[in-house]
């Protein structure tokens, strides 16, 4: 037995004896209408089980109930995190939220904008390779636009969009300070994707930090990473198979640390006695490590929701562009400690330990 069909804003119209116009008017309040013929033509939609379609509707007022995330990879807590947080501020707002993962690939990063272009919103896009042009281009001026991280200067930024940003230079200068304090002095860094604005600006961080202290900054040193647990087991493997092994390794991001504190534990490594970790982020799977991991905290649930409440902003209406910038800050656990032999230079900074501040966010 087939279902009837659907009942049309046509069906309505004949039926209630008035114009197709006049049934628009009645469901989206658009002009004014006579309360006799409104009752008629609800009492027909309520008769013929009418449900009118809300995305074309929204789509003939340019005001559409769905925001979209491009991130580059939705298995990594951090943006699963991010994810929740969007949608716990959109849902209130009766916004839907599509999550599409790029996995950091240009193409699919440009296929998705694409993709998108005409049904959304508004669109949170934490690009690795696309450029505003691509943007432009893809979705055209007119669309919300925020973007996450380091990508667009103050200088570039368009009308239409808005910046979600973190202090990445400066909190992975302290998250390698912190190791300095310490006492170490040979300390390795397992990079993000090379590419990527914030990779390079957490790399930038290192070497600021090392050179401040005046400490040789060796290439064995720095290994490539790519933000993933198998990233940061295989580069840590790679530096403890090395002859001069470092004391301390900086990880640019915790699920790359939580790879690398495997594969240390695996090749012998008592963690922190015999080498130390500290990650980038804070997501909930830190805390839990063993031993529980030190990082610089930039909650993925706070990023997400200031992204959120931004974006939701603009498309609700504002119109000056809007840049946050969200500060880390220094979360110390169990993974680092004073190397276990004695160093020269400076001992650890008494206090750095146990510090635990709380967000700030700057509105520029």
Request: net charge neutral; glycine share 6%.
């Amino acid at each position: 037995m087939t279902n009837p069909p659907k009942a049309t804003i046509r069906d309505v119209a004949k039926s209630a004896g008035v114009s197709i116009a006049t049934v628009s008017h009645v469901i989206n309040h658009t002009h004014h209408v006579s309360s006799e013929l409104e009752q008629r033509v609800n009492d027909t939609i309520n008769a013929l089980n009418y449900h009118p379609n809300k995305l074309a509707r929204a789509l003939n007022r340019r005001d559409l109930p769905l925001l979209a995330l491009i991130v580059p990879d939705i298995s990594n807590p951090y943006w699963s995190a991010f994810s929740r947080a969007v949608q716990d501020i959109a849902d209130p707002c009766e916004y839907s939220v599509i999550v599409c993962s790029s996995d950091g690939l240009y193409e699919r990063e440009k296929r998705f904008l694409r993709s998108l272009n005409g049904w959304i919103g508004g669109i949170i896009i934490h690009p690795y390779h696309v450029t505003i042009a691509d943007v432009n281009q893809l979705i055209g001026d007119k669309m919300p636009v925020l973007i996450l991280g380091d990508f667009i200067s103050v200088e570039a930024q368009p009308q239409n969009w808005d910046q979600v940003a973190s202090h990445n230079l400066e909190s992975a200068r302290v998250a390698v300070e912190h190791l300095i304090g310490l006492g170490h002095r040979k300390i390795a860094f397992i990079q993000g994707p090379e590419s990527t604005p914030t990779s390079k600006r957490r790399l930038t961080g290192y070497r600021q930090a090392m050179e401040s202290a005046g400490l040789p900054i060796l290439n064995d040193l720095v290994v490539a990473g790519d933000y993933t647990y198998k990233g940061g087991f295989l580069a840590m493997k790679e530096l403890l198979g090395r002859k001069a092994r470092p004391t301390a390794v900086a990880c640019a991001n915790d699920l790359s640390a939580l790879g690398a504190l495997e594969a240390a534990k695996q090749m012998g490594c008592s963690i922190p006695q015999d080498l130390s970790i500290i990650g980038f982020d804070d997501i909930d799977e830190a805390a839990l490590a063993s031993p529980p991991l030190t990082t610089v905290r930039l909650s993925p649930r706070h990023i997400g929701k200031m992204a959120a409440e931004t974006l939701i902003g603009r498309m609700k209406g504002r119109q000056e562009p809007t840049r946050v910038l969200v500060e880390g800050t220094l979360v110390i656990r169990q993974s680092t400690a004073a190397p276990s032999f004695d160093l020269a230079g400076p001992k650890a900074d008494s206090a750095l330990l146990g510090k635990e501040a709380i967000f700030k966010e700057q509105e520029v």
